[in-house]
Nanobody
């Protein structure tokens, strides 16, 4: 299973970015899918994730600014980030909890990370 993320970059405070991630490979079903981030010197933290049932879990710091969406048919997840702040700067990692067949358990898979820089 491979996760390919795209969409990071440099943006000014108050600006917007959209991250996208596509999962490919041997996929039977995806449970949770979403985004984590890690800033320098800090632990990786949840940004937002969507369960297969449509429940959204997100960090309080991004509520009202970030919107997560998912296309189950295409195995993609996107993160629309608005009103970006300097504290949102981090490497953002796409994440998916995947079962590769009906016999197998779910495992967590991670994308390569995409840098988001928020600076004037």
């Amino acid at each position: 299973v491979q996760l390919q993320a795209s969409g990071g970059g440099l943006v000014q405070p108050g600006g917007s970015l959209r991250l996208s991630c596509a999962a490919s490979g041997s996929i039977f079903v995806i449970n949770n899918m979403g985004w984590y981030r890690q800033a320098p010197g800090k632990q990786r933290e949840l940004v937002a994730r969507l369960t297969s049932g449509g429940r959204v879990d997100s960090a309080d710091s991004v509520k009202g600014r970030f919107t997560i969406s998912r296309d189950n048919a295409k195995n993609t997840v996107s993160l629309q980030m608005n009103s970006l702040k300097s504290e949102d700067a981090a490497v953002y990692y796409c994440y998916a909890r995947v079962a590769r067949s009906f016999r197998e358990s779910f495992y967590d898979y991670w994308g390569q990370g995409t840098q988001v820089t928020v600076s004037s």
